[in-house]
């Protein structure tokens, strides 16, 4: 069992800057490819980002790439969302998810194994 703790979230205005954490409590959390996801009111979830366990590979949705970097920490057992020039329609519950030994950065929630509570970005124009 692995327990995914995101942190970071909060109310911001458009264009500024947040950076999320996940971190994970497997022993072993470089056997797991993790993933960003984010679900806004009435709204399906939505991949944001993903990257592979040995951070040597990472995915985008269209919408964020330029904007948004995620990566990770190995030693800490962390992953991160920079987040810059937030635009509203950023606004959702994002949430962190880990997958066990997932080769691909491509999967689909429904892959995943583990997830996170969530945490919150709300951005005001």
């Known amino acids: 069992q692995v327990h995914l703790v995101e942190s970071g979230g909060g109310l911001v205005q458009a264009g500024v800057s947040l950076r999320l954490s996940c971190v994970a409590s497997?022993?072993?959390?470089?056997?797991?490819?993790v993933g960003w996801f984010r679900q806004a009111p009435g709204k399906e979830r939505e991949f944001v980002a993903a990257i592979s366990r040995d951070n040597s590979r990472t995915n985008y949705v269209d919408s964020v790439k330029g904007r948004f970097t995620i990566s990770r920490d190995n030693a800490k057992n962390t992953v991160y969302l920079q987040m810059n020039s937030l635009k509203p329609e950023d606004t959702a519950l994002y949430y962190c998810?880990?997958?066990?030994?997932?080769?691909?950065?491509?999967?689909?929630?429904?892959?995943?194994?583990?997830w996170g509570q969530g945490t919150q970005v709300t951005v005001s124009s």
């Open positions: 998810a880990a997958q066990w030994m997932g080769s691909s950065i491509a999967t689909p929630d429904s892959g995943y194994d583990y």
């Open positions: 497997a022993r072993t959390f470089s056997s797991y490819t």
